[in-house]
């Protein structure tokens, strides 16, 4: 087996120019397509429409190829997409391939799992439930990517449902107890307990810990591979793992590396060093081109302060604390990687260390 | 002569807890105070207040100290406040002080020289006026601070008036013409025509060039030196000069770099590196307390991209392009930094390079 | 021939069940649908792209219906939509359906008439090219309409394209000269200049004066039924006009009024006093399923006041002014009204009074 | 005695002139000023500093005709200032004085008190203690206004403090428990307790039900006179209780009616008739001059909805739920009264009718 990544540029939600031309072109075979992780250009919140729409339009494309509806492609292929592209960052999409047929390579190349958790309604969002189903479809989606060994697990990417205030009132009404009474409080609660599970499933948070009453509380909890977003468009967690295994080839590789708070640039640069980057802080033009694509889980310190000093990103009535974050961060990162096509994403509740996050990097293996 | 530099942080725009308590301890004497520079909570656009809060709080601690009306300090000292703190980065205000009994040092120490424009009208905004009022301050501010060659100067720090719409509107029923209708857009011409005048007296750019048509036009001219703000709060172009000077001791010094774009990490790296900091590429906590103020000014690139990707920043209507871009860029300098309380402005027409701006840094000199 | 409108709401841009429904239950005949007019989730401005999202998915429903893609219904449909449901507004799309056979009724009934102008270009956008193609198309759809008479036209609902900074600038670099820079400057100059269009066809102003230099500048020029909208959407002026004729049948009648400011409270209820409303003020609850479709514009008043009181619509760096235009204005109609499933749009240059705007509503006849 | 009514235009959150002027001109006697309320430039959220703004300077040009310190001034004198001019609204302030010496009147006139609780610290707001201590500052504010009968009291008006992340997080650090986590959801937990406490002071919440476990739980419990706004520049609850009393005398009245929901025009109304004004449903241009100053609470509804239709206020991440409804409800208010300069407040928690929310207007008493 072999996975591939191919990165495309988004002018807008509904630009899947690069993808078709891909297609038409032969570079990618839409039947090996097995999940599309981006960043569009809404606020990343409740009312971040253009998750959907990219959705939507990606699979009427996918599905004109393969003479399906859209609705069989979504049901069968997560696209995971993260809104906000605050600051420098790029709307963008990166499309997952999968070729059964290609032989194992020399040592451990790129790997890929999918899985899907039932659906879930309001009120099992931020409990229990969302917690141990988020771990099963973690293990699901490891035994898919034949990845043995949870330490080859470098990133869980996972796309779980939000609600707005009216599903959440109403689930309210007919007696159901939700976790949060606000969408985005909500959302919050999701993403911290998607976040439990997938630590549980890695083995990096016991089973005693991974328990509703930690969501929110017990941040010395996380998972450093796990990076959750949470949409309206979607209504269960869709759980793509992404590893190294000798089971497949290819020419590809992925690393992560948490980072300890929200100006960690040291954590940046041990990542690309450790992947063989030239970087001397910013990876060179010449060896920029081996990226395939960078994921950012970063999230506002809680106690409203980053190394001793105030942040404001928490008061700020105009600008929501998730904008302000991806907006740093993402500049950081974009500042030693040469390139603004990155997902990051806010809201990194029990995803990498309390205060800061993670980083996980695609990349073509560096030549010997 | 002597200056010295004194950062605070500021938990709110009237919390002048921190040079209360340094004139109280004798650290700072308030006589010899001659400009603040800082970093308020507002959204540094038209309708920011902090940065008069700020003011006038600042001029009632000194004028009680003095024995003087704040209205005598506010007239006396330049208060230059940017508003916007996005991302990581924390309120704070930088005291300069100066004292001129001071002996001057072996070699150059830093500068600081200020001087003030007249009144400026709405008419007189983003014009030849502006631009050879402001030149003649530079010059003038250029003496006090006893610089002669314009290669030692590495800050023109210079605050302008802003006008809301009825302002505007105002001016033009009486006959006169704005450069722009709208008040975002009269303030972007103000900060470009003030950046040619400092180009113009830091030969930056020649006589020829320093002229209205080019204001937001000709974005090949800049300086490498000036950083330009805007607010309602004041009513004139003031002027602050930093530089290096052999007239000047003391154990503090000045450098500045130009940003090529807004992910030019290898700029800031070159500065600090040029300073003497062991950076790797973070500088390193034990000689980051040598970093006593920075000043960074960037600009969401006007094409739209950076390094040929799409960025999303002027097409936002939710978000304003400044607070995008501070927040980007503040995020990366302070990932080599190691420091949040940076002075991050956004705007910078003719501030360093088309897409790119510049950063300055006072700090302790390097142990020899 | 006879009209009919039916409004459904909108729980999210891709939320075509109500539509959906009715055509399978019968009360909606796909194939007679002639355009959609409805207010979506977005905020209104360049990115909002809930305007499209529905477009597609509205298509899409269509097309299945009719057995045709989705783009083949987007070619002929109009679907004009406008983001920003701010404050009490509630997301919602009217289905205005033509039934060719129905005879026509004693006295005149709601007549619908549609056209397209060619593509336009950013370089065509608010100037002269723009007026004279919106001022044929109007004219052509009234008479797809059979109105014969310009006083008779109640409703001329306009959406025209928008284009994002890289757009422009990539005229600009071609050579173009673009009517205004910025994004949110060039739709203003296309509404404008959209709305001299439809002035100049309904003999609301003279040919003389709609010309490129009144756009924007000659604010005592306007046509009092114009409402025109932009969008990234859209490549051409998509224009329905909406008016009453003999020609016609069917129960339905639409009228229209000027309001003369923000606060004209009293126009308003002069428009559903003349419409046979019961309303004291407010419509009263056995009278307002007679409503079936309210459209309303309005602009922040470009002095800064209002009935000499100073407002900030134009200032606020946060908020943009026609997303704080449309939440007042909708606020005080919908008081009146007793409905919030309004279409208010703002930005309503040339279209009713300076300051001002205008109101037209689609009712049921009143009972003799 | 006689209560006296002064409402001042705001250009800016620093524009004291029209006090200045009134006070210079002899209008206005700064020792009998007993309170200042009015709405100002900011967010209206945690991070509007332009309350405090305004709150110091006043308090220096009171200070400075009275010949002692702001600070005095603002110990004493209650400046309850709300943030958020959203739309048509207008800044302003509304100075009240009192005439110790003057004779009662012949019937009831407007009647004034003032009381302040004492400090609030972050796990005091929204519970039991500022229930009950909000209750204890009504009853004696009504007693220093001569206010016997709690039908009696048309407006209480309270200014109450708010707390950022970082002293929220500092409180839960040292063992205390707050309300809410979050600065936003404090604020609003405050604004709660302290309207059960108007209730519970005014009658119209038995003592029973004035139960921290009530706040934000039980929405069928509200005072119809309940006004409270809160924020980061003070530190206790601030109580202005204001009613018609036949021991003052005056011109001036006050009256008051609850607003059933967010489009209720006919309360509107209903409170204009019943004072006598001629609205035909505007208030008349020659009788809108006996207008002094209007209040009006407003929320957006919970569940998301209005009369049956869905609203997007509580879903939207990039404008507040305040900003949205201040917007909306301060556009009705001000097409019946002619007159923008309103006091509307969001955050109507236990502030009349659940969706609603009330109005209380001062006015000259008619003509006989």
Redesign the interface.
Known sequence: MRADVHRF??????DVSGLRDAIERGHVDPARIVCVIGKT??????????R??LS??LARLIGSHLNVEAEAVLARVPFIFSGG????????YSVFTVDPQADRGAGKSLAVGVAFTPELTPDQIGVQAQIDLTAAAVRQAMARAQIADATDVHLVQVKGPAF???DI?SAV?SGKTCASG???GLMACGRAASALGVGLALDEIALRDATADRVLSDFRLYSSAASISAG?EVRCNEVVVLGMSERWGGELMIDHEPLQD?????G??RLVRRMGFDA???VAQSDSGRIRSAFVKCEPQ??????G????????????AQ???R??????V???L????LFVSGGAEHQGPYGGGLIALIAEKAAV
Do not use: C, F, K
Not at 338 to 341: F, K, M, N
């Open positions: 540029s988004l002018s807008e939600p509904s250009h809404g606020n990343g919140l409740v009312n971040d429409y253009t959907g729409y939507i339009s592209v605050e600051g420098v960052l790029s709307p963008h707005g205030a009216a009132q009404r606000t969408p985005g309206t929200a100006i960690d640039l040291g940046v640069l001397d802080p910013q809680r106690d409203g302060t980053i190394r000093r105030m942040h404001t990103m928490l008061n700020d009535g105009d600008m929501d904008r302000h974050i907006g740093a961060v993402g500049g950081m974009a500042g030693v040469g390139d603004t096509a």
